[in-house]
């Protein structure tokens, strides 16, 4: 029997909301400032102060003992990057920035990958269409679908474009911790999953390949990478089941 998902109530939604709002602010922001000879430890350390500042904590820091703010995940680094101060940006990279922020007890989890100056046309391509499959995906957030419905549609964007599809990492119902049950997985498994009700929230995350579908984690235990040496691009977002629909909760102005 498919279990479940936890609906989140009225009260804690708004919350999540805030907390959205918080990381939505924090990716504009770093989506702006973010150029070539910066290091990732600079984003990471700006990033914490304006979540700090907000009124919230940095969720990933301390997480299963991850020592940062964000996760900044560079050209083939798909997710899980630890920021470094010898990690230099430079002209033509791609840059994954995955944050979360902890608002009175509940989470908003988002991520952007973002050009770092002039990036080439096939890279311009792999981001715009990992973040059309995700904005595919949050269409499927809708009371009635069941959670494979949310694969299918990221799996579909991925499979037309014929990029790596990353398969052992994915999206997540997210609220009270950072990562709920159930796992979303970026692809048909074949089983349709769980209902989605009002007050179901997840955490949408298609991460797409260039190259080859396939990843391995780098000696420090976290960074994964593909294993082509290929680029990778990552987009997410937060997401609230409603009566009228989906609303992202982490949706950015700019
Ligand atoms: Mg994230
Ligand atoms: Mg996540």
């Known amino acids: 029997m498919t279990k479940a998902i936890s609906r989140k109530s009225r009260h804690e939604i708004l919350l999540i909301q805030e907390a959205g709002r918080i990381v939505a602010d924090t990716l504009t922001y770093l989506s702006q400032i973010v150029e070539p000879g910066m290091s990732t430890l600079d984003l990471d350390q700006i990033a914490e102060d304006r979540i700090r500042k907000a009124g919230a904590l940095p969720t990933f820091k301390g997480y299963h003992g ?3 703010t964000l996760c900044t995940s560079v050209n083939d680094e798909v997710v899980h990057g630890i920021p470094r101060p010898d990690k230099i940006l430079k002209d ?6 995955d944050c979360g922020a902890t608002y009175k007890g509940l989470v908003g989890d988002s ?6 100056g002039k990036i080439t046309d096939d890279l311009k391509q792999l981001l715009e269409a990992t973040d059309a ?4 995906g949050i269409g499927k957030m809708v009371a009635g679908n069941f959670l494979e419905d949310i694969s299918a549609a990221v799996e579909d964007v991925g499979k037309t474009h014929g990029y790596g599809i990353v398969q052992n990492y994915g999206g997540h119902g997210v609220g009270r911790q950072l990562h709920e049950e159930p796992f979303l ?3 048909r498994i074949g089983q349709r999953g769980p209902e989605l009700k009002p007050g179901v929230v997840l955490a949408i995350e298609p991460m797409f390949n260039l190259g080859t579908k396939e990843v391995k984690t780098l000696s420090d235990n976290w960074t994964v990478v593909t294993q082509d040496g290929l680029p990778s691009a990552h987009f997410e977002h937060t997401v609230i089941v409603t009566e009228n629909g989906p609303i992202i909760a982490t949706e950015r102005k700019s």
């Open 66 to 68: 991850f020592p940062a």
């Open 92 to 97: 033509g990279d791609v840059i994954s920035i």
């Open 111 to 116: 991520a952007i990958t973002v050009g770092v």
């Open 133 to 136: 499959s995700l904005h595919a």
């Open 185 to 187: 997985p970026n692809y």
